[in-house]
């Protein structure tokens, strides 16, 4: 089933055109790559399907539903979430703290109920809590869940800002670059991740220069070049078209 389906994105920027009018359907349970040059607008797509830009043109519809031009809160409580590919953490919050606010999209206690502890309010406090010692099991972080977070690895930062992103249980979760700056062993242990996030069922958007990662955990690839949509399909199709491969990839790939 289509779970996200993007028809003709077009975005310009004082006059630029980032995006060149892009089409393109996302599978319920699979993980789509999206790769091609630094400035070709994988990101800006990301960010309109997210809801952080509006399209110039064009439409984004999720779950059947248009939601062109929704905010991005109002796409993360539908489902839709995201990380982005500077690390973005509170540094010195402890690790279970800065997986808890991504929880906060589920909330519904007002001010009033804060300020005076409403039995509401400690209700999600303690659904917060669970729910981030969840995800940090399931990214093998929950023995250090009290840690400053600023204390963890650059590789261990990498994973909370991903649990923090599953706290709000995503239907669809975009991953801007989560192997950059990863070493072998711990891209790695970003693939089983991945494997295990989509097994779930979550589904993924990879943007991502690693090609050994692409290709080994991705079902279909997306290739942007200068704004516009050169390929889509299979891992080994894409390897194999000479538009790709002029454009991207390079003769020895």
Same mark, same amino acid.
């Given at each position: 089933?289509?779970? #996200?389906? +993007? ?8 006059? +630029? ?25 994988? @990101?800006?797509? +990301?960010?309109? +399907?997210?809801?952080?830009?509006? !399209? @110039? ?6 779950? $059947? ?17 995201? @990380? ?7 540094? *010195?919050?402890?690790?279970? *703290? ?9 909330? /519904?206690? $007002?001010?009033?109920? %804060? #300020? ?21 099991? #399931? ?27 599953? /706290?709000?249980? !995503? ?15 711990? @891209? ?25 990662? =692409?290709?080994?955990? %991705?079902? &279909? ?7 516009? &949509? ?7 199709? =894409?390897?194999?078209? !000479? ?11």
């Amino acid at each position: 089933m289509e779970l #996200l389906e +993007v028809r003709g994105l077009v975005k310009h920027f004082n006059g +630029v055109r980032a995006l060149k009018g892009i089409s393109f359907s996302l599978r319920e349970g699979e993980i789509l790559g999206m790769i091609g040059p630094n400035g070709a607008g994988k @990101t800006t797509l +990301v960010n309109i +399907v997210s809801g952080i830009y509006r !399209p @110039t043109s064009g439409d984004v519809f999720f779950q $059947g539903e248009r939601v062109t031009g929704k905010p991005s809160h109002a796409m993360a409580r539908m489902g839709v979430a995201r @990380t982005f590919q500077h690390i973005q953490i509170f540094p *010195e919050m402890t690790v279970l *703290e800065n997986v808890m606010a991504g929880y906060h999209i589920r909330g /519904s206690s $007002g001010v009033i109920p %804060c #300020l005076f502890h409403f039995p509401s309010v400690r209700r999600e406090e303690e659904g917060a809590v669970k729910r981030a010692l969840e995800v940090l099991d #399931l990214v093998g972080l929950r023995d250090k869940a009290k840690w400053p977070a600023f204390a963890l690895p650059y590789g261990d930062q990498k994973k909370v800002v991903i649990a923090r992103a599953l /706290s709000g249980n !995503p239907k669809i979760l975009m991953l801007d670059e989560p192997a950059g700056g990863l070493n072998e062993m711990e @891209t790695q242990e970003m693939g089983e991740l991945l494997e295990e996030l989509r097994r779930l069922g979550i589904t993924l958007v990879l943007i991502e220069h690693d090609m050994t990662l =692409v290709m080994d955990v %991705c079902h &279909r690839i997306l290739v942007i070049h200068h704004g516009r &949509r050169i390929a889509l399909g299979d891992p080994q199709g =894409v390897r194999r078209d !000479p538009q790709v491969i002029h454009a991207y990839l390079g003769e020895n790939v």
